[in-house]
C-alpha cells in the first residue's frame, strides 16, 4: 500500500493563484494515472484534471479548463495543479488520487486517494 499526500492548499481572493502538489511514497509511480478530485461542502466529489503516466494524454472538467494545468514529475514521484484566476466556487477540498490505465472520470476507478488538501477562495 503506498500513501499520497497533498499539499499547497489555502485561503486566497479572487483571481488568486495556488499550487497544489502530491507526494507519493511508491516506487513504481510512472505506472499509474494520476488525478485531481475535489469535493465542495455539501456536494459530491467531482473530477478536476488527470494525466496519464507520460503526461501525453491529459483532461480537465470544463469549468478549469484554461485555468488550471496538471503536470507530474516521475522522477521526484510528484503530481501538480497549478491553479489560476481562482473563483469561490474552486472552493473545495482538493484530493490526489492514482489509477491503473486510462483516464477515467468516476470515483470508483481510483483505488488510491490522499487525505486532501483545503482550497478557499474569498470574493
Known amino acids: 500500500q503506498w500513501q499520497l499526500v497533498e499539499s499547497g492548499g489555502g485561503s486566497v481572493q479572487t483571481g488568486g493563484s495556488l499550487r497544489l502538489s502530491c507526494a507519493t511514497t511508491?516506487?513504481?509511480?510512472?505506472?499509474?494515472?494520476m488525478a485531481w478530485w475535489r469535493q465542495a461542502p455539501g456536494k459530491e466529489r467531482e473530477f478536476v484534471a488527470a494525466i496519464n503516466w507520460n503526461s501525453r494524454l491529459i483532461e480537465y472538467t470544463d469549468s478549469v479548463k484554461g485555468r488550471f494545468t496538471i503536470s507530474r514529475e516521475n522522477a521526484k514521484n510528484m503530481l501538480y495543479l497549478e491553479m489560476n484566476n481562482l473563483k469561490p466556487e474552486d472552493t473545495a477540498l482538493y484530493y490526489c488520487a492514482s489509477t491503473f490505465g486510462v483516464i477515467k472520470r468516476y470515483q470508483n476507478g481510483y483505488p488510491y486517494w490522499g487525505q486532501g488538501t483545503q482550497v478557499t477562495v474569498s470574493t
Open positions: 511508491t516506487r513504481t509511480f510512472d505506472d499509474y494515472t
